[in-house]
């Protein structure tokens, strides 16, 4: 019998020596880098890792390189710490706020923007603090779109999520609400049909997931989305662009037409912000825009994502299209929403 998803959490690898039992991995070496930025993997994803250079050992495995200093590198790019009026609550944009309910999450992503904090004590999310950011977002009637992210608030139980949405739900102000995750990629089995009914009962909900590489599309992970947008549930995509892992145009394009064909909408291809131990995930930008122009003739404008910089220093995503952004030697400028140049060190 299959272990339920609890159990599949509970029992994650997240002791180094654990995967030198399946890969030839230093234990000491990859200790060093979890004990910045914590290790954990489902063991749903270590049956599907062939090798630590595959596209999911990659993104999953610690490496050294985590450790690297790097000038460009910013512990938190996006400025959200000042942006924060309440405590795990991020409001940068006026009709839009980010709710952090949960510090962990079922894998920890290593290019993840939040690799400053999430698995990290600074990270640890009370009840008290999630009922402190929906009183916020209350005296806030501009904010008519909530999103709730983390960490992965998968991780919480289904009456926890059902109480905050419900508490969301009562504020008439806010409109819709998003729910960040990327459960159907490390842990297909947390979508549940319990879970997918719930999340019907409280519409506009859009699921925001995240694949990377085609070979995350297993026969579980499409089963877990296809649950989702039977139950009335849109469901988007993130990717973020990675180096060595899924910049590839052919590659994009096989990943980006078959989430379409399951009713998954493509919505942004993230350039990799500038966070502090990913410098070896981050293409050029000019890379980027080479990939999305092969894209955009073959695929389907319906399953081309936008391709966006999350502008450093919390001045909002921007397009990488020629209005926006314009070369200077080896450099790049990007014109943020008010129409300011931001300096970003990489063309
Ligand atoms: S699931 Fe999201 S929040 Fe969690 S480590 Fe991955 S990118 Fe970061």
């Given at each position: 019998m299959m272990e339920s998803w609890l159990a599949q959490h509970k029992n994650s690898i997240t002791d180094p020596h654990q995967l030198a039992e399946h890969f030839a991995v230093h234990a000491g070496?990859?200790?060093?880098?979890?004990?910045?930025?914590?290790?954990?993997?489902?063991?749903?994803?270590?049956?599907?890792?062939?090798?630590?250079?595959?596209?999911?050992?990659?993104?999953?495995?610690?490496?050294?390189?985590?450790?690297?200093?790097?000038?460009?590198?910013?512990?938190?790019?996006?400025?959200?710490?000042?942006?924060?009026?309440?405590?795990?609550?991020?409001?940068?944009?006026?009709?839009?706020?980010?709710?952090?309910?949960?510090?962990?999450?079922?894998?920890?992503c290593r290019f993840c923007t939040r690799k400053r904090k999430v698995g990290c004590e600074d990270m640890a999310v009370s009840f008290g603090d999630i009922l402190k950011g929906i009183d916020y977002i209350a005296d806030h009637p501009e904010v008519n779109e909530v999103i709730l992210s983390g960490g992965d608030p998968l991780t919480m139980s289904d009456r926890l999520l059902e109480d905050i949405l419900k508490r969301l739900q009562r504020i008439a102000h806010v409109e819709v609400v998003r729910i960040g995750s990327r459960a159907p990629v490390v842990l297909p089995a947390r979508i549940t049909p319990a879970l997918c009914e719930m999340f019907g009962r409280y519409q506009p909900l859009y699921f925001l997931t995240h694949f990377n590489h085609p070979a995350e599309l297993t026969v579980e992970a499409i089963e877990a989305c296809r649950q989702l947008v039977n139950a009335g549930v849109p469901v988007v995509n993130q990717t973020v662009l990675l180096r060595g892992v899924n910049d590839d145009a052919t590659l994009l394009h096989k990943l980006f037409y078959s989430l379409h064909r399951l009713r998954i909408r493509p919505y942004y291809l993230h350039q990799m912000d500038l966070t502090c131990g990913t410098g070896h995930f981050r293409t050029r930008l000019e890379d980027g825009i080479t990939i999305m122009d092969q894209l955009r003739g073959p695929l389907s404008g319906l399953a081309v994502p936008t391709y966006i910089v999350d502008l450093p220093g919390g001045h909002g995503k921007v397009p990488v299209t020629p209005d926006y952004v314009q070369r200077l030697g080896a450099q790049a400028q990007l014109r943020a929403a008010d129409g300011t140049l931001i300096d970003y060190p990489q063309w």
């Open positions: 070496e990859l200790a060093q880098v979890a004990q910045r930025y914590p290790l954990r993997l489902t063991t749903y994803l270590l049956k599907r890792i062939t090798q630590p250079s595959d596209p999911l050992g990659q993104q999953f495995i610690p490496q050294l390189a985590e450790l690297n200093n790097d000038v460009a590198q910013l512990v938190d790019p996006l400025n959200e710490e000042l942006l924060s009026p309440v405590p795990h609550l991020v409001h940068r944009y006026p009709q839009r706020v980010l709710l952090l309910v949960a510090g962990s999450c079922f894998s920890y």
